[in-house]
């Protein structure tokens, strides 16, 4: 029977050996439990672990993750076709993809592009990659600025970017590129690896040589949304009002709306019988058409002459289609807002603030950012593979230029403000504040703390003494007369 020592150790070292137990004759000592080494604590973990994927998807049987009810029933194809059509033909959609692609790419002070490839690695493999990739870029049917370009209006319109990096013959580096449609790509898995496929092409894509960046993705959808897709209802609606003022923009130009009303001629002025007559109700209409034709001259004239019994109304259209530009105004601010854009770069600076704008531009800055996070992934990608495959150890990046500050006096006032309550707190609270503010500022803290404490060290420098002779007016630079004789 266990000693009562015995049950309690059990109880607390459940499923672990006791690390005690009572020596006694009956009773032998338990062997320790050995240390397991950390090879055999993490053999032991993985073999808990299950040797490939358990969850399941629809492209496990050669299904795609797009659906009709996706975008209101509407196929991928004709969705994404819509987004390109729109971005050539309406002003607020290629307005706003133009507007995002220049404050992502914008070009330099000097105008040229404002797009380069930085490398990473020793001296000499970066001069190797500099050689390498000027020879790369030149064997591409686009200049790399336009190459990002497109790769930003891709993902805008088609929710990612891919592109194909083909290598040469020898495989000693790529030959070139080819852009891959969004709406051409279907997702594959085979087992537990996950590839691209081409819609009417048999040959998967090699995942070694090809690249696809999505933007906006939601739950399994691998395609990812396109950036402008929440715009699409709008800019159909749009189309139609611009319709409806274009209709009514053509009765203005006409004058005014006229309401006629014609005396109905008998039978017997019609020179007929009765009313059963063959011929009296094309006479009728004649005689009718005739009154519309004297009363649109009329109009255009301004007089008109016509018998008696016949009344004539003119109704202005300028006080019944006031309500148009309302309607117009109101769809336009869901237009530009699925549209990624603001209204004061669309020309609506009415109710635009300087405060406000300094809050809603980086939000645009932020949305111009992200589109290009997808396109430099899939170029990075082909830049590096044509390094790896010429033998040259270094890495490619590309680095783009920052669009300019438009508020830039106003940061620096506030950064000039914020030194002053540096100064006041630092001599305030000492050593603390200063460690505090290097950390906001992204700075080592130890470092600018070393430099404050010796900085504090050294001793002040004396004021400036006034000069006890200043000069009475004259002659500023004139000799006074404790001046020295030249």
Same mark, same amino acid.
């Given at each position: 029977?266990?000693?009562?020592?015995?049950?309690? *150790?059990?109880?607390?070292?459940?499923?672990?050996?006791?690390?005690?137990?009572?020596?006694?004759?009956?009773?032998?000592?338990?062997?320790?439990?050995?240390?397991?080494?950390?090879?055999?604590?993490?053999?032991?973990?993985?073999?808990? &672990?299950?040797?490939?994927?358990?969850?399941?998807?629809?492209?496990?049987?050669?299904?795609?993750?797009? !659906?009709?009810? !996706?975008?209101?029933?509407?196929?991928?194809?004709?969705?994404?076709?819509?987004?390109?059509?729109?971005?050539?033909?309406?002003?607020?959609?290629?307005?706003?993809?133009?507007?995002?692609?220049?404050?992502?790419?914008?070009?330099?002070?000097? =105008?040229?592009?404002?797009?380069?490839?930085?490398?990473?690695?020793?001296?000499?493999?970066?001069?190797?990659?500099?050689?390498?990739?000027?020879?790369?870029?030149?064997?591409?049917? &686009?200049?790399?600025?336009?190459?990002?370009?497109?790769?930003?209006?891709?993902?805008?319109?088609?929710?990612?970017?891919?592109?194909?990096?083909?290598?040469?013959?020898?495989?000693?580096?790529?030959?070139?590129?080819?852009?891959? %449609?969004?709406?051409?790509?279907?997702?594959?898995?085979?087992?537990?690896?996950?590839?691209?496929?081409?819609? /009417?092409?048999?040959?998967?894509?090699?995942?070694?040589?090809?690249?696809?960046?999505?933007?906006?993705?939601?739950?399994?959808?691998?395609?990812?949304?396109? @950036?402008?897709? #929440?715009?699409?209802?709008?800019?159909?609606?749009? #189309?139609?009002?611009?319709?409806?003022?274009? $209709?009514?923009?053509?009765?203005?130009?006409?004058?005014?709306?006229?309401?006629?009303?014609?005396?109905?001629?008998?039978?017997?002025?019609?020179?007929?019988?009765?009313?059963?007559?063959?011929?009296?109700?094309?006479?009728?209409?004649?005689?009718?058409?005739?009154?519309?034709?004297?009363?649109?001259? @009329?109009?255009?004239?301004?007089?008109?002459?016509?018998?008696?019994?016949?009344?004539?109304?003119?109704?202005?259209?300028? =006080?019944?289609? =006031? +309500?148009?530009?309302?309607?117009?105004?109101? /769809?336009?601010?869901?237009?530009?807002?699925? *549209?990624?854009?603001?209204?004061?770069?669309?020309? $609506?600076?009415?109710?635009?603030?300087?405060? *406000?704008?300094?809050?809603?531009?980086?939000?645009?800055?932020?949305?111009?950012?992200?589109?290009?996070?997808?396109?430099?992934?899939?170029?990075?990608? =082909?830049?590096?593979?044509?390094?790896?495959?010429?033998?040259?150890?270094?890495?490619?990046?590309?680095?783009?230029?920052?669009?300019? /500050?438009?508020?830039?006096?106003?940061?620096?006032? @506030?950064?000039?403000?914020?030194?002053?309550?540096?100064?006041?707190? !630092?001599? &305030?609270? +000492?050593?603390?504040?200063?460690?505090?503010?290097?950390?906001?500022?992204?700075?080592?803290?130890?470092?600018?703390?070393?430099?404050?404490?010796?900085?504090? #060290?050294?001793?002040?420098?004396?004021?400036?003494?006034?000069? %006890?002779?200043?000069?009475?007016?004259?002659?500023?630079?004139?000799?006074?007369?404790?001046?020295?004789?030249?």
């Amino acid at each position: 029977m266990d000693s009562p020592l015995q049950r309690v *150790l059990a109880e607390k070292y459940a499923g672990n050996a006791p690390p005690l137990q009572a020596a006694t004759p009956t009773v032998r000592r338990a062997r320790a439990s050995p240390v397991l080494s950390s090879q055999q604590q993490i053999t032991r973990a993985l073999k808990e &672990l299950p040797k490939g994927r358990t969850s399941r998807v629809p492209s496990d049987g050669n299904g795609a993750w797009w !659906t009709l009810a !996706t975008y209101e029933n509407r196929d991928r194809l004709d969705t994404i076709a819509s987004c390109r059509r729109l971005c050539i033909e309406d002003a607020d959609a290629g307005g706003a993809l133009a507007d995002l692609v220049a404050l992502a790419i914008p070009p330099l002070p000097d =105008g040229s592009p404002g797009i380069r490839v930085e490398f990473e690695g020793s001296q000499s493999a970066i001069s190797r990659a500099e050689r390498e990739i000027d020879a790369l870029i030149e064997r591409l049917h &686009l200049p790399l600025h336009e190459l990002a370009a497109n790769g930003m209006r891709e993902v805008y319109q088609g929710g990612g970017f891919g592109a194909e990096w083909y290598p040469n013959p020898g495989r000693t580096g790529v030959l070139g590129m080819e852009i891959v %449609p969004a709406e051409e790509l279907i997702p594959r898995r085979r087992d537990n690896e996950r590839f691209w496929q081409q819609i /009417n092409n048999p040959t998967p894509l090699s995942p070694q040589t090809f690249c696809y960046t999505s933007y906006g993705t939601r739950g399994r959808d691998e395609f990812g949304t396109p @950036a402008m897709i #929440a715009a699409l209802r709008e800019l159909e609606r749009k #189309a139609n009002i611009t319709l409806g003022i274009d $209709k009514v923009i053509r009765l203005l130009a006409q004058g005014v709306f006229l309401t006629v009303g014609i005396p109905t001629k008998s039978p017997q002025d019609l020179n007929f019988e009765d009313e059963n007559d063959p011929g009296y109700a094309e006479a009728l209409a004649a005689h009718y058409e005739a009154y519309v034709q004297m009363a649109a001259t @009329a109009r255009d004239l301004g007089i008109g002459a016509f018998e008696d019994g016949t009344e004539m109304k003119a109704v202005p259209l300028t =006080g019944n289609v =006031g +309500g148009l530009s309302d309607l117009e105004e109101m /769809n336009a601010l869901k237009v530009w807002s699925g *549209l990624l854009t603001l209204p004061f770069m669309r020309g $609506k600076m009415d109710s635009t603030t300087q405060a *406000l704008a300094q809050v809603v531009y980086p939000i645009l800055l932020a949305h111009a950012m992200g589109l290009r996070q997808a396109v430099t992934r899939t170029i990075e990608f =082909g830049l590096n593979l044509h390094l790896r495959l010429a033998g040259v150890p270094a890495r490619a990046i590309l680095a783009f230029q920052e669009p300019p /500050n438009p508020f830039r006096k106003d940061h620096a006032a @506030a950064a000039l403000s914020q030194v002053e309550v540096d100064e006041r707190y !630092t001599a &305030l609270y +000492g050593e603390e504040y200063v460690r505090w503010a290097a950390e906001r500022d992204g700075f080592d803290a130890d470092k600018v703390v070393a430099a404050w404490k010796k900085r504090q #060290a050294q001793p002040a420098l004396p004021p400036p003494q006034p000069n %006890p002779n200043p000069p009475q007016g004259g002659e500023p630079n004139a000799p006074t007369e404790n001046d020295p004789e030249p």
